[in-house]
């Protein structure tokens, strides 16, 4: 895609900041030229730039490993368990009272930074060993101008989406017990919040005065998974908030269930700003809806990215349901059916 399309698709009726807005440069720059934020992204070690140096690069027309689902099941539920097992365990020491609510948040906040920021890392390690899709445009990183938004967007997430479900669903007194329903909730809960998030995100797109509030987002065509939380405040409450609370209050969890659904909805999220160029379907629901045409991959949101305002596609971000039963589902490019290698698994 030209440049000049490129900015045109994200005409809108504010006009979106100039291109070079996008532009990365200080993590080349000497670190005592950074400020206390630019230190605190660096230490984490998500950095493209930095982590994904020299990407491979591979023309469309090559063959795309795959990553089964179950391999990121595996990766996924053990990490989600640890902050449970310490919950219980806290559970059954304190004599059947667990942490007041505002000690919950502390420690569930903490435990899903620590878990979003290892999501983030392994999708640049697939990537610095898999390349990216549309290989010959470079990826964008952490913006220069962008870099307090950013952090921001971050907290954002993490405060406001686990406030949401303390608010909602703790329970001091409430044996954190795992249920046996688990995974049929990690599915129905992905199929719910994409259908809320379909109506709010293509609103955002067909809606002239509500695209305003999604064009900080679409600022970048070649996302990374550290821009998954880049959106301006009143998407960010839409995100963190609204599309949740709709799906809290359609399915009602209890708060452990409610906690591991968030850490497979928060992969799914950074998997889907990570363009990565291999098949992987979202897991919570990819096993089932592959055989259907209906799951979610990579470069489905990646192209997403490449277009702007009331001339995109594929707004679900968990499914393809939505996308598919509203005809606003797109072809894959390079990880289309056929140019998927079946004998080519991803090392997870
Ligand atoms: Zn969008
Ligand atoms: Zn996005």
């Known amino acids: 895609m030209k440049s000049e399309d490129l900015v045109k698709s994200n005409e809108g009726p504010r006009q979106p900041p100039k291109k070079h807005h996008m532009t990365t440069s200080w993590p080349f720059k000497p670190r005592y030229t950074w400020n206390i934020l630019m230190w605190y992204v660096w230490l984490l070690h998500v950095l493209p730039d930095l982590e994904v140096p020299n990407p491979p690069k591979l023309p469309k027309s090559a063959k795309v490993p795959f990553l089964a689902e179950y391999k990121q099941w595996l990766w996924i539920l053990p990490r989600a368990l640890v902050p449970f097992a310490i919950h219980r365990a806290y559970y059954e020491y304190n004599d059947g009272k667990a942490w007041s609510p505002l000690m919950a948040h502390v420690f569930f906040g903490y435990a899903f930074q620590v878990y979003a920021v ?191 305002w009331r001339k995109s596609f594929n707004y679900g971000k968990q499914t393809r349901i939505w996308d598919t039963l509203f005809g606003t589902a797109r072809p894959r490019e390079e990880s289309r059916d056929d140019n998927i290698d079946w004998n080519h698994p991803v090392s997870f």
């Open 118 to 308: 290892i999501c983030i890392r392994k999708m640049n390690d697939l990537a610095a060993r898999y390349g990216y899709f549309d290989s010959e445009v470079k990826r964008d990183g952490v913006p220069d101008v962008y870099v307090t938004k950013i952090f921001i967007s971050l907290v954002f997430v993490v405060f406001f989406r686990l406030f949401l479900g303390m608010f909602l669903f703790y329970d001091p007194y409430e044996k954190p017990t795992l249920s046996p329903w688990l995974p049929v909730y990690i599915f129905a809960y992905a199929v719910v919040l994409d259908f809320w998030f379909y109506v709010y995100h293509r609103a955002m797109h067909d809606i002239p005065w509500l695209w305003k509030y999604h064009r900080v987002h679409h600022l970048t065509k070649h996302p990374n998974p550290i821009l998954s939380a880049f959106a301006d405040v009143e998407q960010e409450i839409g995100d963190n908030l609204l599309v949740p609370l709709l799906t809290s209050i359609t399915l009602r969890p209890d708060f452990t269930t409610w906690f591991i659904v968030q850490a497979f909805v928060v992969y799914t999220e950074t998997m889907g700003h990570s363009g990565i160029r291999a098949y992987i379907p979202a897991p919570a629901t990819g096993y089932i809806l592959r055989h259907l045409g209906l799951e979610i991959c990579v470069e489905d949101h990646d192209k997403h990215h490449s277009r702007g």
